[in-house]
């Protein structure tokens, strides 16, 4: 039933011009990944390849991003992946607000049909537009690999691979060595009731 419903938000999409970003498309990006998924990643929109292909993080940002997912022991066919608007922002700009507004109705629904124990948001942008009620004014440097209540689900925000690849270095204490505890965390936290 849940693959059946997920179809369903996928059409909508397929068809949406909710807002502008309908008109710059090439493919709406709705996600992928196990629709009994524990763990959820939500990034901030489509860029260029994944615009190409209708598939989240396909990019060099998305291989680094699966690259620490594997490292932390996840593959990424167990988790379920997507972003907070389905479509790409043009010139990889940031989405706007009234853009995240008009596509919340389908990350909501994806979050209610597949029920995840952790979501994992990437980035500072989706970061904020899911649980902006609980983290103030800090930035996501400060936010990343804390946990968050949010309607029942833990939060876990991570720094974007977009960061990560600007900052190539793996030596303790750097983003890539932060981003790859936090995803060790998560792990854990799987298991823990
Ligand atoms: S970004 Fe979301 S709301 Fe806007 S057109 Fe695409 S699917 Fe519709």
Redesign the pocket.
Known sequence: MKKENLKIICDQ?AA????K??ET?NK?VPGEGDVNAKVMLIGEGPGAEEDQEGRPFVGRAGKLLEKILNSAGFKREDVFITNI???RPPNNRNPEQK?MK??SK?IDAQIAIINPKIIVTVGSISTKALISDLIGSDGITKLRGRIFDWRGIKVVPILHPSYLLRNPSVEEGKPKWHTWKDMLMIKELINKP
Do not use: N, Q
């Not at 949406?16 to 807002?19: A, P, R």
């Open positions: 999409i949406c011009k909710s807002c970003l309908h498309r709406t608007v389905k479509c853009e008009a596509c389908f």
